[in-house]
């Protein structure tokens, strides 16, 4: 059984940092690209980072460029995505995602990636 399993999240007030964690079991993330999605109340999801299957490429959205770093390690099966300078804007369910078919990160929709994590909640607020 494939499972993608998230942890982090939470309160924080505006500028704050966050790191949230996916980690996978029943297969290996050295195989398969990984993204990070969002979605807030009333809006569609939408992506926020990708990270290729050898680590070696990594891809932002422009709400996230600068503020998020995606990462992975490979020993623990993980993907992370730090989250800095955090706005109120971010606010959303954040989900990680991953497709035995994709490996690269390229600008993609969200109904590509057949495996999601459970979602977390970030609020950001003062």
């Known amino acids: 059984q494939l499972h993608l399993v998230q942890s982090g999240g939470g309160l924080v007030q505006p500028g704050g940092s966050l790191r949230l964690s996916c980690a996978a079991s029943g297969f290996s993330l050295d195989y398969h690209a990984v993204g990070w999605f969002r979605q807030a109340p009333g809006k569609e999801r939408e992506g926020v980072a990708c990270?290729?299957?050898?680590?070696?490429?990594?891809m932002y959205a422009d709400s996230g460029e600068g503020r998020f770093t995606i990462s992975k390690d490979s020993a623990k099966n993980t993907v992370y995505l730090q989250m800095e300078s955090l706005k109120p804007e971010d606010t959303a369910v954040y989900y990680c995602?991953?497709?035995?078919?994709?490996?690269?990160?390229?600008?993609?929709?969200?109904?590509?990636?057949?495996?999601w994590g459970q979602g977390t909640q970030v609020t950001v607020s003062s």
């Open positions: 995602a991953t497709d035995h078919l994709i490996t690269m990160c390229v600008p993609r929709p969200s109904y590509e990636y057949a495996y």
């Open positions: 990270i290729s299957s050898s680590g070696g490429s990594v």
